[in-house]
Structure formats: structure tokens, C-alpha cells
């Protein structure tokens, strides 16, 4: 299986990730209208902690996060008390919604990357295809920037700027499907999505493979609603090549041309989620039928708790 793919600037990134949103994110509505408070994650961030020194010692050497996540500082503290040097890891974080606004990035960005605690970031994404205005979330409100969300030209212009500034590697988009009809200097070298055996996404990668846009899968494994039925799928494929159901799931991903993001704070699963393996054929086209979209497809759907009048992913 790939270890690695390729992005448009040269720089090779790791097919599969330790996955960083706190474990109950999905629960946590709030979350979304949260402004940064020191301590409100600490109980998850110090677990979070642990869990990337021991993927770090299990060979993983890319990380997947957010500011909005607010446990960068650990994964920050667990990186450099690993010993690991920086330039093995591949560092990713996303630009929240509520600083799309040009003269709001690079403070952000500049949050990001001292909490992680280095000068540069491997990809940052733009977190959600929707831009808020900054001053009403700061208050806990959320008012939708309807200029920037329509097109994010002027965020995308900004964050070019800061990849020639050498702050960021690569830049990506997070759950998009246009981006802006603008001309680009660095096109999107990525696109993170919800993939997973329940929303399998087939035309989307296929769109993707078509304009060397490389897509990560989040909850790759399913929602944690659907984890279980999800890993009892491919059980028998799974004792014939005496491997788990979730390293069936997660070697399919990779042999799709996929990233893989999977999210665990338990060394057994860490372990096990990093081991993949050549399906053959036969394997692969056998677990590509199965997977089918069923409902419900999106672990997070903020669209009613952001007050918006859409579906975001409709
Ligand atoms: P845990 O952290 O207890 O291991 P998400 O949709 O947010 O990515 O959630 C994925 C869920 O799948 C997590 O709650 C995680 O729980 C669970 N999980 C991750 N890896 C495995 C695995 N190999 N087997 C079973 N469950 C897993």
C-alpha cells in the first residue's frame, strides 16, 4: 500500500493520519459558537497528548488538526517532547470561519503555529466553505459574511501570500466543492471530505483524481453512530487476510487514492488503524460495491446551529 502521495508542489504527504477533534465533537453544538477558552478541553487535550506520543513511537508522522479544535498546544508539547524531529512530521491545521477576512489570517495562522509550537505548517485548509464575520463570534454570535462565503478569492489571495512567505507548505479547502472561478497561483492541493463506507463519495474522487485535487477522508470509519455496523461489514475479508474490519476500511481508502484521518485516543486502535495492507483486487472491487451511500451520510452538519436558511452540504 502507499505510505505516501504526492502533492502539486512536490512535498509528499502520509496516507494515513492521527485524527485530533476532540472525541465528543460531534455532540458539542456549542463548540461551533465557542470562542477560544484556556482549559476547556484540557481533560481531552492531555489524553490527546498521550495519543499522538504514541502514534508518534506506533510510525505515524502526520497529524491532522484545527485551531477550532483547541488542543494545538498538545499536540504542539507532545510533538516536541517526542524527540521527533519537525521537519519528519507533516503538520496540518485549518483557518476557522470566522477568520476568512484577509486581515484576519495571518494572526490566526500565527496562533496555530506557536501553540504547535513551529515556524511553519506542512497544509493549512480552509475549514468550512462558509465565512462568518469576526466580531459578532468573538461575542458568541455567528452572522454568515455573505461576500467572502460567495467567493473566497480574497482568503485563498492571502493564503497564497503566506505560502510564499514560508509560513505554510500547501494550502486546501475542507469540505468544498467550488472554490472560486478566480485565477488561482496555487491551486487547492487538497480537499478534506467525509468518506466512509456509509457516504463513499464515488463521483466527487472521481472529479478530484480528474483535477490532481488529493481528498482526505474524515471519519473515514463512519460516525461514531455508524462505527460498529460500519466494522461489521467487511468481517469476512477481514479473517481471510487475518486483518481487523477497520484495517480492511482503512487500506481501501488508501488504494482509492485517499488520505485517511482516523481518530482514536486508545493505543490498541492507534496501532491497529496504522496498519495497512495491499487489498487484492478482487478484495478492493468486492469492498468498492459495498460501499454505498445511506443515511445519515454527515457526521456534522452545523447548517442549523449556524442559523443558516440551507443545507450546506445539499
Ligand atoms: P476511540 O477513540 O474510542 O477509539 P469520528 O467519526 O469522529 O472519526 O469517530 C471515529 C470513532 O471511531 C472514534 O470514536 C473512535 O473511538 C472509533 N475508532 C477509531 N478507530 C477504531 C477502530 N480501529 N476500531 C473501532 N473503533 C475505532
Known sequence: PKSHFTLPSGDTIPSVALGES???????????????????????????????????????????????????????????????????????????????????????????????????????????????????????????????????????????????????RNIGVSKYENLTSNPLKYRPAVNQVELSFGNPQPELLAWAKLHDVLLEAYSPLGSSRQVKETLELPIKIAKELGITPAQVIISWHVQRGVVVLPKSVHEGRIRENFEIVALPQEDFDLIERAAVSKAPQRVINPSKEWGLDYDIFA
Open 22 to 168: 476532540a472525541p465528543d465533537i460531534a455532540s458539542l453544538t456549542s463548540h461551533f459558537i465557542l470562542i477560544y477558552a484556556p482549559g476547556v478541553w484540557q481533560a481531552g487535550g492531555r489524553e490527546l497528548g498521550e495519543a499522538v506520543k504514541i502514534a508518534l513511537a506506533a510510525g505515524y508522522r502526520h497529524f491532522d488538526g484545527a485551531w477550532a479544535y483547541r488542543n494545538e498546544h498538545d499536540v504542539g508539547n507532545a510533538i516536541v517532547e517526542s524527540g521527533v524531529p519537525r521537519e519528519d512530521i507533516f503538520i496540518t491545521s485549518k483557518l476557522w470561519n470566522s477568520f476568512h477576512a484577509p486581515e484576519d489570517i495571518e494572526a490566526s495562522l500565527d496562533e496555530s503555529l506557536s501553540r504547535l509550537r513551529t515556524s511553519y505548517l506542512d497544509l493549512y485548509l480552509i475549514h468550512w466553505p462558509i465565512a462568518f464575520k469576526k466580531e459578532p463570534y468573538l461575542n458568541g454570535r455567528i452572522e454568515i459574511d455573505e461576500a467572502l462565503t460567495a467567493d473566497p478569492y480574497p482568503t485563498w489571495k492571502k493564503l497564497e501570500e503566506l505560502v510564499d512567505k514560508g509560513k505554510i
